[in-house]
């Protein structure tokens, strides 16, 4: 088993006053060499925006993002016709495919958002844009499935063969995961809390990335909000 942690305090980070920004892998002006990604996982942004402002619209581009509030709310548009607002508690899908422009605002005007966002690249180019939006259940020591490769699934879906799944769980539990596919490798981005695996101890922010293995287990040792990515390794 092969492991790679990012602490919190090693992320990149930007502060524009509107948005206060904390990169896991390299993202526009920050260039990590030793942080360029996880497998296909490109992007993980941990970004606060203050109230009342946002990004405005923009493009992407093959490109498979899904955005997971933290706290507080995000009110997303864009040229597909789609207008919503997401909050806790909730997941958005966004296949950009051959091209789409989009806006996301902070849902409120006063208290600011905390939002995960996160790239990772799809497993064939030019497919049709679609974007899909759906609650998940926040009750305790259940890990929940949130996003796969296949429709039929539980959540949402993208374009490659990634499954994320979301849990809040208690001190003193055992959560084990087992990976779909030999090749794929799991990130933990540990949102709240304190977990171990093995003999490594990952705190609040971290991230903690794992290959070369089919199961792994994390102990719980302080009440903890997981976030677990398993994507594709490049090479």
Not at 57 to 71: D, F, Q, R, W, Y
Not at 160 to 178: E, I, L, M, P, R
Request: glycine residues 10%.
């Amino acid at each position: 088993m092969k492991t790679l942690h990012i602490k919190s305090e090693e992320r990149g980070q930007a502060d524009h006053g509107w948005l206060k920004a904390r990169f896991m892998f390299s993202f526009a002006n920050y260039y990590n060499p030793e942080q360029m990604s996880f497998g296909t996982l490109r992007v993980l942004n941990d970004d606060i925006i203050q109230g009342g402002t946002g990004f405005p619209e923009h493009p992407h581009a093959n490109m498979e993002i899904v955005t997971v509030p933290l706290s507080g709310s995000l009110k997303h548009v864009d040229n597909m016709g789609n207008s919503g607002v997401i909050s806790s508690g909730e997941v958005q899908v966004m296949s950009a495919g051959t091209g789409v422009f989009h806006s996301e605002f902070n849902g409120s005007t006063s208290e600011e958002a905390n939002i995960c966002q996160i790239w990772v690249m799809p497993g064939k180019n030019g497919v049709e844009p679609r974007y899909d939006q759906l609650q998940f259940s926040m009750d305790k020591n259940v890990l929940q499935q949130i996003v796969s490769p296949d429709p039929n699934d539980a959540g949402s879906w993208i374009h490659a063969d990634a499954w994320f799944n979301h849990g809040v769980f208690d001190k003193g539990q055992t959560v084990d995961y087992q990976l779909h596919k030999d090749t794929n490798g799991l990130f933990l981005f540990l949102i709240e809390g304190i977990v171990k695996v093995g003999d490594h101890e990952i705190n609040r922010r971290d991230g903690f990335g794992v290959w070369d293995t089919d199961q792994v287990t994390f102990e719980i040792e302080e009440e903890a909000r997981l976030l677990l990515l398993e994507v594709p390794m490049l090479g």
